[in-house]
Structure formats: C-alpha cells, structure tokens
C-alpha cells in the first residue's frame, strides 16, 4: 500500500539532496568579493533609494482569491474523475449540481469585470 | 511499528511547536511561516494515517496556495512588522485564556489516559473506512463515500464556495477602491 | 442505526431532492438574481428584490405542500431533515428573509449601498445556510450550513463599505465568530471520537446502548465535546457571557441585515442546538443541563439589564434579543417536547415582532446610519402616527403584553418549564420580562409623550451612543414635561439646529412589510390556536 509511494520518496530525497548541493557547492567554490551593497538583503550591487516598508497596491489579490475558490473546486473533482465510470448517473447528476452551482458565480464575476487587469 | 512510533512523536513535537509559533511570533510573516509548518505536519499525520488524498490536498491547497497567499497578503499589505503587539492592556485574558487552556488540554490528556482511545471500540466510520480502502483502493474509497454517504456536504460546499467568490468580489473592489 | 458500509454504495434518489426542494428553490433564487443583475441597468436594481421575494415565496410554498404531504423521513444518508420541526423553522426563516427583502430596497438606496446583486444573492444564500443548519441531522451538516450562513453575513455586516462602524460590524463579528465555530468544530470531532457517529440520530442510538459514565470511557470524550459544542452554539445564539460582538454587530450592519440575522440565525443555531442536546444527548441530559441553566439564567438577567441603559434603539434591540436568546435557552435546558414546541412557537412569535421593531428602527435611521436613539423617537408620534402605532405594537409584543403574540411565546416557554420541573427558570424569566417592559414602554413612552426633539447636526451629535444633549429623564413621567423644558435650550443653543427630525419616507416594500408584520404579531396574538397546533405538531416530529 504505502510502498506504492516509495518511488515518491526517493524521487524526494533526490530533489533534497540535489538542492543543498548545488547550494553548498557554489557556496564553497565560488569566487567571493563583498562589499556592503552585496551583503544586503536582496542585493542587486546598488544601494537602495528608499526604504521597501511600504504597501503596494495588491491588484491580484482579487484574482488570488477566485483561484483558491476554485482551486478547491477543482481539488474536490479528482476523485469525481477516479470514480466517473463506476459511479455512472449518480456521480454525473451530482457533478452537474455542483457545476452548474459554481458556473453562475464564475460568469457573474466574469461579465462584473473581476478579471480584468486594468 | 516502533518507526511509526518514532514518526508520529517527531511530528507531535514539530506540529506543537509551530502551533505555539504562530500564536507567540511578534511577526505576522514569521506566525504565516508556522502556520505553514503545522499544516504540513498535519499533512503528514493524514499520510499516516493512510489517508494520502487528504494529504495531498491538504499540502496541496491549505500549505500550497492559501497559505501562500496568506504570506503574499501579509508581507504586501503590512510590512512594517514593528507595529504589531506592544502592550497588552487586557493583560488578565492572558491569564484566564491559559488557564482555560490548560484545562482542556488537561480534560483531553485525562480522556487519553482514562478514556476510550485505548479501546478505540467506537470509532464505526473507521473500521468501515479501513475495509473499503482494502476493497477498492484508496482515493477510490474516499470518492465512494464522498458522492455516495456524504454527497450532500459535498453539494452544499458548492454553496460555500458560491459566498466566498462573491466575497471576494465585494470586499475586492473595495480594497481596489473601483466601485460602481 | 446507520451501518458503517453503506455509506459507501447509498445513493440519492429522486425523493431525497424533493425533501430538500425549499431548499433548492431558494438555491436557484440567489442564482438567479446573481445572473438577473447582469442584464439590470443601474436604477433598477429593485427587480432583484423582487426575484428574491417570489424565490422566498415559492420555497415557502414548497415547505408548506411538505409540511402538509409530505413522509418527513430524513434525506441524503441521514443528513438533512424535512420533518415538520425543520420546515416549521424553514418558515420563520423564509419569514425573516423575506421581510428583510421588503425592507431593502428603499434602505439601500437611502444608504448608498452599491453591488446589490451581491446583496440580494447573499440574503438569500445566508437564509439557505440557516435552512440547512435548522433541518440538519448530521454534525457535518450543522457546521456546513453554519458556515454557509455566517460567511455570507460577514460580508453583509460590512457592507456599507464608506462607513467605518459597518466595516467594524463586519471584522468584529468575523473574527469573533470564526474563533466561536472553531470552538463548535472542536465539540463535534470530540463527540464524533467519542460516539463514533456524526450522524444524530446515531448517537442517540450510541448513547442508549452505552453506559455513560463521566470518568472512564468515552465519557470524559464526550464531556469535552459537550463542553465546547456549547461555547460554539451560546456564541451564535448571543448568550451571555459570549454576547459581547452581538450590539457592535447589530449596530454596525445595515439595519434591514440586522433585522434579518437577528431572527435567522437564532432560529437556525436554536434549530441545531435543541436537535444535539435535546434529541442526540438527552440521555446526558444530567450532565449538561447545568451549565446551559447557567447561561440561562445570566443571559436572562444580563441582557435586560444592559438593555435598559441604551439609549440607541438599535443597541436596545440588539441587548433585547440577547435577553430574547435567554427565554429560549429555557426551552433548550427543559428539553421536553412541549419546551420544544414552546422553542418553535416563541422563534415564530419573535420572527415577527423583532423584525417589525427593526424594521421602524430602519424607516426611522438617516442616510448616516444614525437617528435611531431615543430622542430620535422622541414624539414619533406626531408627524408619523403609523409608524409609531406599528413600533409600540411591536414593542408591546416584545414586552409580553397580552394578546400580542410574543405574550403566547412567553406564556408556552414558561409553561413548559413549570411543567418540566424549572419552576426557577420560569420565576427568573417573569421577573426579568418585568424589567423587559420598562426599556420596551420607554420607546413608547418617548414617541407618544415627548415633545419632538430639535437635533442638532447629526455627525456632531448623534454619532456616539451616548445621548446627544441632556435629555429628559424618560423615567420620571410627571417630571417628564419640565426636563425638556430645561434641556431644550442647550440643544437650540447647538451650532446649527436643524427642524425637529422628520423620518424619511418609506418606501412602498418596507410599508407592505411593517403591515406584514403588523398582521402577524396581532392575528396571531389573538388568535393563536392554530399556529399553536402547528408548532406542537413539528415539535412531535423532532423528538421521533
């Protein structure tokens, strides 16, 4: 059951251990000059003109928001997907009621204009 | 088993500790970043627990997108973390929050002790879920139940969803300011 | 008892969708109006209203044909009830909502309320969550529908975005309430560990095959659950001592929401907490009895006693449906069926006379939100005597005076308990109903035997609860006429006194729902035999 996913978890340890390595490699063989710019956080070798502790307009907020919405719709349709053919009418009935309860709030949001990057 | 053992204190510990970061960090980011923690080791308590869908999920959308969203909103909107906190002038609902706290937790560690969860007699839905996860598969069994038992809360999450996208279009426009 | 496999090969038919069809009815409602509003131009917004209102009707209707025909079995699995108990609450909710409808459409546009689409559809959604939590039979389906209800009122509460005290309703209220359901949350995993059932009715089956005991097994489980399933329930219900959100909330939202959730959500949370504690866990009845006869008895005695310090007419009613919350939570701790028929009876008889009170409160509030206080009522009388006779019925009801209807609620809630062995709840509830009656005849007294007050320009003056200017002590009826002769010259000295404050005018919907509310809180008061017989009737079902 579980070594099913064992694959997963080497596939895991790869990713891991690739990662610290490249880090730690360029960190030791890499050549280093600093100087204060660079040490600075998010350094680009310029010295920052203001301080960043300032709000920013967060236009895709909105459009953050709708994603999750329907991210977890979507999240709640796999097993839909799985289970199409064995679950015939009953999965189909209930999958066009949940569908169809989501599609008028996306074409709501969708002529209202959320989408919409001015 | 001792393995799983040994897993499930390691991961109690780090699920405690986020936990208790996220309510005692100064920083909104760093409370983010915790609560981040606990959901993944939440995560790893349902793949545990053999149920790997709702692992997945829980990584995928709770630590995945909300959270970073979360973290998004948060650093964007208030940075200046400073501000946050200072002194507590309702210092006593410290105390009596504590105390009510550790009552719980007490009442809670009293059940474990002295309850039920030894026996573990009462818990139907599992041993039902254990069989039909050996019957026909695992995401399989959780889809079952979901559009079979449990298809009504499965329908009227839709409604849930319908007020959460209207809210964020009416609190949305607001904090773009473009009103009609 | 539901076996545990079945949940994995039951599948809904035909039937379970039309056990729930005032529920889809309103469903396609709010869907409607969201797509209606497309297609809308500006100025008409208030055909949305009116789609909402024929949705309202049709799912009343729907749960009349049920409640006359239909099995009263349980559908989907156990979930949702269509047992007359939940179609009985579906009325008094559909009831609510609807009056809140016929109060929108001249309020909103007096306010400046933009996005009416979103309003409407999310009226309509928070009724369907109430329906969904007062017809629940399963802990899921209590917490989804909770949550259905009180998302859609967060973003109600804030609406009226330029206003500082409705995006404080709408923060306060979300925060609070959020930390309440997770409360509830908590309760019912506890329980689900403890009975192994989220289904009620299994639980019950659970609780008669075990034996309970408070320190071994799964008793201290339960307990804890017990524990926290009432904090999450006594907040929403605005229980004291979880009532504090319940005034800023109720003063902060836009009036015609307010009048709308202040009875919905009590008959949903009332709905969901009779059917846990009086039909899943009456065999521990021992157990939690005392702590909700605790906050009873504190919600009783609290809530009229802040009510009658508030000089806002808002914060009044909000302190007052507090107190209301109390009187019900008597019904709750009795636990009988006639309590539960009392329950009913007295959420109908509140449904109808809360929201008719709100309701004038809203004709009466300026386009700032404030000029609902006292002295706003102050000789109310004279230029608007409709409104001020359809106020003091209201309020008389509220009060308990007979032959209003909320005297029936009072009467049979006190009845019931007498009978179910709390004479002592009975003997607190007249006693604080006595104190009920001072601040409910002190509106009335204001608007009948006050001269009209000059208010001076509202932003100054009227935006504090506090009062504005010294203001006659309503208490004192003989000394009435000298105070306001001493405290009218201060308000003309006031920088720029405006003419004594004229309401505005109402418009055609809110008159049709005052006289809506009217009828109900006078016919049923007189002649209650029938509806009586209904709630009694639902009330058989429920403890089936």
């Not at chain 3, 409709?386 to 007979?402: E, K, Q, T």
Request: proline residues 4%; neutral net charge; charged residues 10%.
């Amino acid at each position: 059951m579980v070594a099913e996913y064992v694959p997963v978890l080497i596939l895991m340890g790869l990713v891991f251990a690739f990662t610290v390595a490249a880090v730690l490699v360029t960190f030791v063989f890499g050549p280093k000059k600093p100087t204060p710019e660079k040490l600075a956080p998010y350094e680009c070798g310029i010295q920052e003109i203001e301080a960043p502790q300032q709000r920013f307009p967060v236009k895709y907020l909105v459009t953050g928001m709708l994603f999750i919405i329907f991210d977890v719709e979507a999240a709640s349709l796999i097993p839909l997907s799985i289970l199409m053919r064995q679950l015939k009418m009953t999965g189909f009935v209930e999958l066009i009621v949940f569908a169809v309860v989501l599609t008028v709030p996306f074409v709501y949001v969708w002529r209202k204009g959320a989408f919409t990057w001015e | 088993m001792l393995l799983h053992q040994i897993a499930f204190y390691v991961l109690a510990a780090v699920a405690i500790a986020s936990a208790l970061g996220v309510i005692s960090f100064r920083s909104a980011v760093y409370s983010m970043l915790s609560l981040i923690v606990n959901l993944m080791s939440l995560a790893f308590f349902f793949l545990m627990l053999q149920a790997i869908f709702i692992g997945t999920i829980q990584v995928l959308i709770y630590a995945g997108a909300v959270m970073v969203l979360f973290l998004f909103v948060v650093t964007m909107l208030a940075p200046d973390t400073e501000s946050v906190g200072g002194r507590n002038p309702l210092r006593w609902q410290w105390g009596a929050g504590i105390g009510l706290g550790i009552i719980l937790a007490g009442g809670l560690i009293l059940a474990v002790v002295n309850g039920s969860l030894a026996r573990d007699a009462h818990a139907v839905g599992a041993d039902g879920l254990a069989r039909q996860v050996a019957l026909h598969g695992n995401v399989e069994a959780f889809g079952l139940a979901l559009f079979h038992g449990f298809s009504f809360p499965f329908e009227i999450t839709s409604v849930l969803l319908v007020i959460a996208v209207l809210g964020a279009v009416v609190l949305g426009r607001r904090i773009l300011g473009r009103e009609e | 008892m539901i076996v545990a496999d079945s949940a994995f090969t039951y599948t809904p038919g035909a039937a379970d969708w039309v056990r729930i069809l005032p529920e889809l009815i309103l469903l396609g409602a709010a869907l409607i109006v969201l797509l209606a509003d497309l297609a809308t131009p500006a100025g008409r917004k208030g055909w949305l209203a009116l789609i909402g209102l024929l949705g309202v009707a049709g799912s009343a209707i729907a749960a009349a044909l049920l409640f006359a025909n239909g099995d009263g079995q349980s559908a989907f699995f156990g979930m949702i009830a269509a047992d007359k108990a939940a179609l009985f609450a579906d009325f008094v909710i559909l009831l609510s909502v609807g009056l809140g409808l016929l109060f929108s459409p001249g309020y909103v546009e007096r306010q400046g309320i933009t996005q009416l689409g979103e309003y409407y559809a999310l009226m309509l959604l928070a009724a369907l969550g109430m329906m969904f939590m007062a017809s629940a039979t399963n802990l899921m389906i209590i917490f989804v529908g909770l949550e259905v209800l009180s998302l859609a009122l967060y973003i109600l509460s804030a609406y009226i975005m330029s206003r500082s005290r409705s995006r404080e309703a709408g923060m306060k209220y979300f925060i609070l309430s959020s930390f309440a359901s997770g409360f509830l949350l908590y309760g019912m995993a506890l329980t689900y560990g403890a009975t192994g059932q989220t289904n009620l009715q299994a639980v019950r089956v659970f609780m008669a095959g075990n034996a309970f005991h408070s320190g071994t097994g799964f008793g201290p489980l339960l307990i804890a659950g017990l524990a926290l399933m009432a904090v999450g329930f006594c907040f929403k219900v605005s229980a004291v001592p979880f009532q504090a959100w319940t005034p800023d909330v109720y003063v902060g939202a836009p009036t015609s929401v307010t009048a709308f959730m202040s009875v919905g959500t009590k008959v949903a949370a009332f709905l969901a907490l009779a059917r846990v504690f009086d039909v899943a866990l009456l065999s521990v009845h021992a157990t939690w009895m005392p702590v909700l006869w605790a906050v009873a008895v504190l919600t009783m005695i609290g809530g009229n006693i802040m009510a009658v310090t508030q000089r806002d007419v808002k914060r009044m009613l909000a302190y007052s449906s507090i107190a209301n919350a109390g009187y019900m939570l008597i019904a709750v701790v009795t636990g009988t069926q006639d309590a539960l028929a009392a329950l009913l009876i007295y959420l109908a008889a509140y449904a109808a006379m809360n929201l008719g009170a709100f309701g004038v409160a809203l004709a009466v509030e300026r386009s700032d939100g404030t000029g609902a206080t006292l002295d706003d009522f102050a000789g109310l009388a004279r230029h608007r005597p409709a409104l001020s006779a359809a106020m003091s019925i209201f309020l008389l009801s509220l009060a308990g005076v007979p032959p209003l209807v909320g005297f029936w609620g009072k009467f049979y809630v006190f009845q019931a308990a007498i009978i179910g062995g709390h004479l002592e709840l009975a003997i607190i509830g007249v006693l604080t109903s006595v104190i009920g009656m001072f601040y409910y005849l002190r509106v009335v007294w204001a608007m009948y035997f006050q001269e009209p007050r000059a208010v001076g320009i509202p932003a100054v003056s009227t935006l504090s609860v506090e009062p504005p200017a010294p203001a006659a002590a309503p208490a004192s009826a003989s000394g009435g006429g000298a105070a306001v002769l001493v405290a009218e010259p201060a308000v003309v000295a006031a920088p720029a006194p405006q003419e004594a404050y004229q309401p505005p005018v109402l418009a055609p919907g809110a008159w049709l729902g005052l006289a809506f509310a009217v009828a109900l809180t006078v016919v049923l008061g007189i002649l209650p035999s029938g509806f009586v017989d209904l709630a009694i009737q639902a009330a058989h079902t429920i403890l089936r």
